[in-house]
């Protein structure tokens, strides 16, 4: 799946069943489910699930946990906007399971 292709599955009820749990909730994200998004990728310990974690709580104005799961996920504080960050998210995910 591409970029392109995961954007267009937000027009679907569900995510597509072969995502990752990072995706997965990143696609949950995407649709504004933040409770589903939260609870896919809460106990997955990958750096990944981190990642779309610190961005989860980035959105919810929760800059505390969002600090903590950025530095669990390697990544730096996000300085670009929402909708970059879940952009940067999709292409580096999706370019790690293509």
């Known amino acids: 799946m591409n970029v392109a292709a995961f954007i267009a599955s937000l027009d679907g009820a569900a995510p597509a069943p072969d995502l990752n749990a990072p995706l997965a909730g990143l696609w949950w994200a995407g649709k504004g489910d933040w409770d589903q998004a939260h609870k896919i990728v809460q106990d997955e310990s990958s750096r990944e699930a981190a990642w779309v974690h610190a961005y989860l709580h980035r959105v919810e104005g929760d800059l505390g946990n969002a600090g903590y799961w950025y530095r669990q996920a390697g990544q730096p504080a996000a300085k670009d906007s929402l909708e970059a960050e879940w952009q940067r ?7 790690s399971t293509t």
């Open 89 to 95: 998210i999709a292409v580096t995910l999706l370019g």
